[in-house]
């Protein structure tokens, strides 16, 4: 780690003003960024004695290798460009809030022929009603599925839909009385819309018509002695009874409000909100989080709701009302980030009396009780990954800490379809979002080691190429427009591509491990580390993990390193190389899949896959392509006359022979299926 008298800034250097500043990494990495009123006390509090720090805040410090800082104009701008540096860096020394899903909504499609019930996130769509938010989505189809028994509204997709009336049967819901079957003409269009306003009206409140209605219907079948009758209003009663029990009105009907609350202890904190619309609770959710800092409430308050808040794609989803545990110490500037997000007025505060002050103390029963499981669940896990981590360490003799793991195995079939995998394991836990896979051809596709070289080569030599084109990230004051800088972006974080060929937009390589693994034994390892020694890389250990005997084989050592079979440090080991095995087998499979599929019209000269697919598209299959004419082939977009004439010639060879077409068409080699 770094001493943090290394890049400490002398105090001249730091201006008194208002501003944002940011940790980085040795590697570049930003990994806390924060605002202050005086970046110079605010700064110099980071630097004093390190036994005075949060335990966190210490860490953070000592796995920083330089600080920089924005000055701005106003504590409304430092708000603002945190809360930009934050979504744009997610600094893993941050407290963060924000999940990766939009508000869950119970939506109406009004605006089509036959109206939808489903769940909707992200933006509101014209036409559409929405009733929520709910959380979990769980909740949401509880909900309906309660109501379809009263209120058979169509719930399908569209292709379901077309399918079921092109063949003149329901779906299934239609088959359980789920579904009024609208696409088989059961129900008018116009009594199908009629169907989807009630459960509209319903969701809406009023909840009491259609029970009397309902009580009136069995009365009568009881005194027409249709019992089953009466017994199926019975339960639609029931059902209704239970959809209103859960939105019961709670605050009176114009209220829209979300109302938070906190627990804490000194090292993590809890946080749940409920989501209060037309005065019912519409949906919970809740966070988890660990304190970098010894934060006060008012602090925690101001970071979760610009990150909960600033993260909605559908600003008009922010309430009119927000009500906290504790005000911030800047309140006013939050409330006007808000209101600017919103684009209307938003009142942030506490509530003293009253109803809200009673629902604001469930909330925070909810808080504590979530804390309270959150700490039972999770303090044998934490225990148990910090001890795997420190016993690995200590086993491979290692002076920095494990916080980055990187595994990588090697698959094939008989030296077919190579490919590689790189997983990541980062303070113990996967980071999916860093992981990669490697098609692996040529001279480096002969053996396991050839390809293991090649892959470390071209992971390492991408961090090596990001390293030189970041250059060194000095300590100073930096100007806003250095934010956009593209070769200062983090990863985009989107899945797993493929990393072959040309170089990433973004630093996607840009961090080294601590460790890196390989499965296999003496060979792998030993071309895993000439691999890194080629590159000039020498601070970045090397060990394989045998599977036969489980035994850990370092580079030069002629015997390898057994670790207990009940040591915490094999078993994670383990786990992030069956991890790896396995993402190297997905994406084997779906290589050998696609490169198992051969068609008729593969190989012919100047029909590429666009023009293959556009064909298909024209003529919709092979064997109609056969029997087209060169000018029927020139009818298709990109096909001009010399390619019609050389795809007419390759599909209908001069024999002419009926008995040669089977040969011609598409075989799957997998399954020995013909496909047209």
């Known amino acids: ?146 109501m379809l028994r009263v209120f058979p509204v169509r719930t399908c997709s569209s292709g379901v839909f077309r399918r079921a009336e092109l063949s003149g049967r329901p779906c299934l819901m239609g088959y359980i009385d789920k579904c009024a079957a609208p696409c088989v003409g059961r129900i008018s269009p116009d009594e199908h819309r009629k169907l989807a306003q009630d459960f509209c009206d319903f969701m809406a ?57 906190i627990a804490e202890d000194e090292l993590e904190a809890a946080v749940q909100v409920f989501h209060v619309r037309e005065g019912r609770i519409r949906g919970q959710r809740g966070w988890v989080v660990e304190k970098v800092e010894d934060v006060s409430p008012g602090t925690m308050v101001e970071q979760l709701l610009e990150q909960v808040y600033g993260s909605l794609e559908d600003t008009s989803r922010i309430p009119r009302e927000v009500l906290v545990p504790q005000l911030p110490d800047n309140a006013e500037q939050v409330a006007a980030l808000l209101t600017g997000i919103r684009g209307a007025n938003v009142n942030l505060r506490v509530p003293q009396r009253g109803d809200k002050k009673a629902l604001m103390d469930t909330v925070k029963e909810n808080a504590e009780l979530a804390l309270r499981l959150h700490k039972s669940r ?50 113990g836990l996967p980071k ?36 030189e084109r970041s250059g060194t990230f000095a300590t100073g004051e930096i100007g806003p427009e250095e934010t956009s800088d593209g070769a200062d972006a983090l990863p985009d974080g989107g899945g797993a591509p493929a990393a072959e060929g040309a170089r990433p937009a973004s630093r996607r390589f840009a961090y080294p491990p601590s460790l890196v693994v390989v499965d296999g034994g003496p060979p792998q390892v030993a071309s895993a580390a000439q691999a890194l020694r080629d590159l000039g890389i020498e601070d970045v250990p090397v060990v394989g993990l045998a599977k036969r005997l489980e035994e850990l084989w370092l580079p030069g050592d002629e015997f390898p390193l ?75 977009k990109g096909i001009g006359p010399a390619l019609a004439e050389t795809v007419h010639a390759a599909l209908r060879p001069e024999t002419g022979s009926e008995e040669a077409a089977p040969t011609l068409r598409g075989v799957n080699l997998t399954t020995g299926e013909i496909l047209d």
């Not at 339960?235 to 109302?259: C, G, H, M, Q, Y």
């Not at 190579?418 to 303070?427: A, F, I, K, P, R």
């Not at 990669?436 to 470390?456: I, W």
């Not at 786990?575 to 290589?591: M, Q």
């Open 205 to 261: 409140g009023d909840a009491h018509v259609y029970i009397r209605r309902l009580e009136t219907q069995m009365k009568e079948a009881v005194a027409d002695l249709r019992y089953e009758d009466a017994a199926r209003r019975r339960d639609d009663i029931a059902a209704l009874k239970r959809v209103f029990e859960r939105n019961a009105v709670v605050l009176p009907e114009s209220t829209e409000a979300d109302i938070f609350a």
């Open 1 to 146: 780690m770094a001493d943090p008298a290394t890049y400490r800034p002398r105090p001249g250097e730091v201006p008194t003003s208002p501003g944002v500043y940011r940790f980085r990494d040795p590697d570049g990495r930003v990994i806390y960024v924060g605002k202050a009123k005086n970046l110079r006390s605010r700064l110099s509090s980071y630097f004093q004695d390190p036994g005075g720090l949060h335990p966190k805040t210490r860490t953070m410090v000592y796995t920083a290798g330089s600080v920089e800082w924005t000055v701005v104009g106003s504590e409304l701008e430092a708000l603002q460009l945190e809360y930009t540096w934050i979504k744009q860096y997610t600094p893993r020394f941050n407290i963060m809030y924000r999940d990766d899903k939009s508000y869950p909504y119970l939506a109406v499609t009004m605006n089509e022929k036959y109206p939808r019930v489903q769940v909707m996130r992200g933006d509101k769509r014209k036409g559409v009603k929405y009733f929520g938010p709910f959380h979990p989505a769980k909740a949401i189809r509880e909900t309906v599925d309660l």
């Open 432 to 467: 999916k979002s860093d992981y990669r896979k490697f098609s692996v051809t040529g001279d480096a596709a002969r053996d396991d080691t050839a390809a293991m070289r090649n892959v470390l080569t071209r992971r390492f030599r991408h961090y090596l190429e990001d390293q």
């Open 378 to 427: 999770r303090s044998g896990d934490l225990t148990t990954r910090s001890a795997a981590l420190r016993e690995l360490q200590e086993a491979l003799e290692l002076d920095e800490p494990l916080l980055r793991i990187e595994c990588y195995d090697i698959s094939h079939v008989s030296g077919t379809n190579v490919v590689g995998s790189m997983v990541v394991v980062e303070d």
């Open 562 to 636: 057994v670790l207990p079979r009940a040591s915490q440090g094999l078993y994670l080991l383990q786990r992030i190389r069956d991890e790896s095995h396995r993402f190297a087998i997905t994406f084997h499979r779906a290589k050998r899949g696609s490169s198992m599929v051969s068609s008729a019209l593969d190989g012919i000269e100047g029909l590429g896959p666009a023009k293959q697919k556009a064909l298909l598209k024209h003529f919709g299959s092979v064997k109609r392509i056969r029997a087209a004419t060169v000018e029927h082939l020139q009818e298709v």
